[in-house]
């Protein structure tokens, strides 16, 4: 057993937390989860001071939020440093609209959606085949709508250097069937999605547009989210190609079809 002498001996060496300057608590919080710096925050007042402290999330922001800021739709507002953190946790919209950026709440990682808009669709400005037009389920002022096509073409792309770095993130295509008038032509048809990442490597997989809008009926409905394929980021040298590309087409059975909505992209961060 210990004894008294040896007690004393280890008391007198233990560390009080609460003797620690608080900008050395605020250093030590920075080498935890943000969920814990949520919850040590309640431990005490000098907690609660370096939980809160902007050196802190200064360390956990990404630096590409400060040239976010600017681009957004409506003027980003904050106090501290924290602040802005969960404020872009919630998203905002970027560049007049057409994009959305947020933070993961859990990791700080990086998340994007591009809007229809900002995707290249084959005949997407002529109105015998698209519609632009707004839906109140919408995440933009504006969607496109598929009104009849035989060759279905949508591409898009993202600069890597966007992103947290070495990060695995997936690509999903956000979706959703019309309903009246009817949607047509997509019953056994196989859709392509493809994702291409800057070193030239492919992935794809071919997606029943029916089943997975039964599905999501079976759960409450709303928006489709179709995973195109998925990457990790890395480290960007000065020679490198940065763009991750994604496709999601039907050139090859060509029949007629209609009724899709097409919402954007998102290119997410995988749960960890």
Same mark, same amino acid.
């Given at each position: 057993m210990e004894n008294s002498s040896e007690r004393l001996r280890r008391q007198k060496h233990a560390i009080n937390m609460e003797e620690l300057p608080e900008n050395c608590i605020s250093t030590i919080l920075s080498f935890t989860t943000i969920r814990d710096i949520c919850i040590l925050s309640a431990v005490s007042k000098?907690?609660?001071?370096?939980?809160?402290?902007?050196?802190?999330?200064?360390?956990?922001?990404? #630096?590409?939020?400060?040239?976010? !800021?600017?681009?957004?739709? =409506?003027?980003?507002?904050?106090?501290?440093?924290r602040e802005l953190y969960f404020r872009l946790c919630d998203s905002i919209l970027i560049d007049k609209g057409t994009k959305?950026?947020?933070?993961?709440?859990?990791?700080?990682?990086?998340?994007y959606m591009l809007s229809a808009r900002e995707l290249s669709i084959s005949w997407g400005e002529n109105q015998r085949y698209w519609h632009w037009g707004a839906r109140n389920d919408s995440r933009f002022e504006e969607l496109a709508e598929l009104l009849l096509v035989c060759w279905l073409e949508v591409?898009? #792309?993202?600069?890597?250097?966007? !992103?947290?770095?070495?990060? =695995?993130?997936?690509?999903?295509f956000v979706l959703k069937l019309r309903v009246d008038p009817p949607h047509y032509g997509w019953g056994d048809l196989p859709i392509r999605f493809s994702v291409t990442t800057p070193d030239g490597k492919q992935l794809e997989s071919r997606q029943l547009l029916m089943e997975r809008q039964r599905e999501r009926r079976r759960i409450g409905g709303g928006w489709m989210e179709v995973v195109a394929g998925e990457?990790?980021?890395?480290?960007?040298?000065?020679?490198?190609?940065?763009?991750?590309?994604?496709?999601?087409?039907?050139?090859?059975?060509?029949?007629?079809?209609?009724?899709?909505?097409?919402?954007?992209?998102?290119?997410?961060?995988?749960a960890t």
């Open positions: 000098l907690f609660r001071s370096a939980a809160y402290d902007d050196s802190l999330w200064n360390k956990i922001l990404p #630096q590409q939020c400060y040239q976010i !800021l600017p681009r957004a739709v =409506d003027p980003v507002t904050f106090s501290s440093k959305m950026f947020w933070l993961e709440p859990s990791t700080a990682k990086i998340g591409q898009g #792309q993202i600069d890597s250097r966007l !992103l947290s770095e070495n990060t =695995d993130y997936r690509v999903l990457f990790t980021t890395r480290v960007a040298e000065n020679d490198d190609n940065f763009h991750i590309k994604f496709c999601m087409e039907e050139v090859e059975k060509q029949n007629r079809k209609g009724g899709l909505f097409i919402d954007g992209v998102k290119i997410e961060p995988k």
